[in-house]
């Protein structure tokens, strides 16, 4: 009897250890996880702005009749979000688009910090403090960055930050969601 109460412990911890294996293995990326949301309305949300910058919030109306836009989601916590600002900045100038940003999970105070250090390239901002808008966008983790078409349909979502390969991957969506519209 002594024995069965060390091995049934010992056989499922040896079950979970290698179903994680299986899961981290065989090429899977958990970051590209499809979005339910491609080829579809944003959804409906109002959020205000943050306290102490002075950008207005951001609602589903303000996705629309705008051109190709670009959705941040973004964090003062997120060492990524940083990592990728300057990035988002410089192609939201060079290549004239909108970027607009839902600033998630975060205190007010430290995004204003945040936003005066690095810069606010957002057009509109929405604070997020609940994360109840990131539910509704399907965010799995910040930084993530959303194509919206002129008629606020989801083009594409982009996990992860823009940096490195992904600054690659990013452009060719970008370039994809241009000639489209």
């Not at 981290?24 to 579809?40: F, H, K, T, V, Y």
């Amino acid at each position: 009897m002594n024995r069965l109460v060390f091995a049934v412990p010992f056989a499922l911890a040896v079950l979970v250890l290698a179903f994680g294996y299986w899961g981290l293995s065989n090429g899977r990326d958990p970051s590209s996880i499809p979005s339910a949301l491609i080829s579809q309305p944003v959804p409906d949300f109002a959020l205000e702005p943050i306290e102490g910058v002075d950008t207005p919030g951001l609602s589903t109306a303000d996705l629309k009749g705008q051109g190709l836009t670009l959705v941040n989601v973004f964090a003062s916590w997120c060492g990524p979000c940083r990592a990728e600002h300057p990035i988002l900045t410089r192609i939201g100038r060079e290549q004239d688009l909108r970027i607009v940003a839902i600033n998630y999970k975060d205190q007010p105070a430290a995004a204003a910090d945040w936003l005066e250090e690095l810069g606010n390239p957002y057009a509109l901002i929405g604070s997020d403090l609940s994360g109840r808008t990131g539910i509704e966008w399907g965010v799995t983790g910040v930084p993530e960055t959303f194509i919206v078409s002129n008629d606020g349909i989801v083009l594409h979502r982009f996990p992860g930050p823009v940096v490195g390969d992904g600054q690659r991957r990013f452009q060719k969506a970008l370039d994809a969601a241009k000639a489209a519209q």
